[in-house]
């Protein structure tokens, strides 16, 4: 490859899309993170592995996608071989597949139960590359990325900006950055591969340890469908506010700063000018405003006024000599307009937070004088941690847990 010919780097994003949810399903870019039985490493491009058509790609950037523009590196591949299939098929084979084995199972046998649109798959044919270095982010480092200007909510995050020249957006799996089209978010990308205080080497990973095939129950509430119901965390949330005198005494410290509450207060669910929790005594008044995938809802159609300043001035009016806090509670991950809830003195409070403070202070709610042993605890953090997570993060804990699933019983049969 001259110099003159186009170079390109692949973002290519991991664990999404509906195929995961379809049966049992395991993402085949699973294998990226795992060395062979032969201590080769090898990668599969979603959706479909076929790469033939970008022969110049240089490096492959994993990342996992939190939206429609932020990601976050989880793995970094250069020195690539193309193994995938030729595009003649009188061609050989760059690679038999039954020769690429984890713990002593072959690739083909470990997606052998994948299916598609409800038809079990063909036999798995596609890898898409070999590749001589497989770097992740080192553990000082959370490396976020962003194509085109971050988000207000995403700048927390700090994110490596790629400012590409037709305005190009993450693709379905798959974006391309290009040296000739794309010059100035190439050279950030090559910058950020060249820095090796960013990245480690995974030299000899191991294959998938064997785990039980007893795998994870899910929670009561994955059963019954409200694992992403406002309402139910709103419930959850004001129940265990209420039922714990001590319990509640740390929460109004440790997550919402007020060091003099005083008496145990009234705690309102909804009822209270629609606010989802409404907190008071004789001297505070504390609106809580739960989201967890919808926004801030405007009130009037220029969004002058948004339910968030409705709430407010709800509460500055009942507050006489009383102080105002308001708070938005909301998933880590979630793409809640941030800038929006601190325009209306709204503090923004992530579910990480709330699942750090229930975790921590698990005693001060289960043995309550009012309600005894709570034997319901720990799905309540089990739904909050969820919530700590992006979607990519879950889907990726649920494509090893069925990779190593599938490779135990493949031996046991």
């Known amino acids: 490859m ?13 664990f999404c899309g509906r195929y995961l949810f379809d049966g049992e399903n395991i993402g085949h870019e699973v294998i990226d993170f795992f060395d062979t039985d032969n201590g080769e490493r090898y990668l599969y491009i979603a959706p479909d592995g076929n790469v033939n058509d970008h022969p110049n790609v240089e490096a492959v950037l994993l990342i996992r996608s939190y939206g429609s523009t932020l990601g976050e590196a989880v793995g970094l591949a250069c020195n690539l071989e193309n193994i995938c299939s ?21 690739v083909d046998k470990i997606f052998a139960e994948n299916v598609y649109k409800g038809e079990k798959e063909e036999a798995f044919s596609t890898l898409s590359y070999h590749t001589g270095s497989f770097k992740i982010p080192s553990s000082k480092h959370q490396i976020f990325i962003s194509m085109g200007k971050a988000k207000d909510e995403d700048e927390r995050r700090h994110p490596i900006e790629l400012i590409c020249s037709n305005k190009k957006q993450w693709g379905h799996q798959r974006t391309y950055i290009s040296s000739i089209d794309d010059p100035e978010a190439y050279t950030r990308l090559k910058e950020l591969i060249a820095d090796d205080e960013k990245w480690e080497e995974q030299i000899g990973a191991k294959p998938v340890k064997s785990m039980s095939c007893d795998k994870t129950q899910p929670s009561f509430l994955e059963i019954i469908g409200k694992e992403d119901d406002e309402l139910v965390f709103s419930n959850l949330l004001a129940h265990y506010l209420s039922c714990s005198k001590k319990g509640f005494e740390a929460f109004t410290k440790e997550v919402l700063g007020i060091n003099d509450f005083g008496r145990h ?30 926004a801030i809802n405007g009130i009037k159609p220029d969004c002058s006024e948004t ?10 009016k009942e507050c006489k000599d009383r ?51 709570d034997e319901h605890y720990d799905e309540f953090l089990i739904g909050l941690k969820r919530h700590t997570l992006a979607p990519a993060e879950r889907n990726e804990q649920a494509m ?14």
Request: hydrophobic content about 35%; some cysteine.
């Open 2 to 14: 001259n110099n003159n010919e186009q170079k390109e780097i692949l973002i290519a994003k991991v």
């Open 400 to 413: 090893l847990e069925r990779f190593s699933y599938m490779i135990d019983r493949a031996k046991q049969s």
């Open 307 to 316: 339910q968030l300043s409705r709430y407010r001035e709800a509460a500055e």
């Open 86 to 106: 030729p595009r003649n098929k009188d061609e050989a084979l760059p690679i038999t597949y039954d020769s690429v084995s984890y713990n002593g199972v072959s």
């Open 265 to 294: 207060p009234t705690i309102i669910r909804e009822s209270k000018d629609h606010v989802d929790v409404w907190i008071e005594n004789e001297r505070h008044i504390v609106v809580i405003e739960n989201k967890i995938h919808s």
């Open 323 to 373: 102080t105002v806090k308001c708070y938005l509670f909301a998933p880590d991950f979630n793409n809640v307009d941030e800038a929006k809830a601190k325009a209306t003195s709204f503090n923004v409070k992530h579910y990480s937070e709330l699942y750090a403070f229930f975790k921590t202070n698990k005693s001060l709610f289960t043995g309550d004088e009012r309600y005894g042993v």
